[in-house]
């Protein structure tokens, strides 16, 4: 289990996006969902800007880890394993 605080920034219908939340899941590792185009206009919007913050590309996915200590973009497995220390 992880101890670091993470958002993972997605889209319900990204084959990379399901990949990323499929390997933090399948590791234990736990994180806040934002799937932006399940949202409604207004929230999509604010989490859009959030995701600006991190990734000016606005691409998914995002991973935010501990208030944007590390931002790992798109579905990189050896980052994210780097990141929570995953043989």
């Known amino acids: 289990m992880s101890a ?3 958002v993972l920034f997605a889209l319900s219908t990204c084959p990379s996006c399901k990949k990323t939340k499929e390997l933090l899941t399948k590791n234990n590792i736990e994180f ?3 799937e932006l185009d399940t949202l409604d206009i ?10 600006k913050k991190y990734n000016p590309r606005e691409t998914f996915p995002t991973i935010v880890v501990d208030g944007g200590r590390t931002v790992i973009v798109g ?4 980052a994210i394993k780097k990141e929570y220390e995953i043989k």
């Open 4 to 6: 670091k605080k993470t």
């Open 32 to 34: 806040v969902l934002a």
């Open 42 to 51: 207004e929230s999509r919007d604010r989490l859009l800007e959030e995701v």
């Open 75 to 78: 579905f990189n497995e050896a």
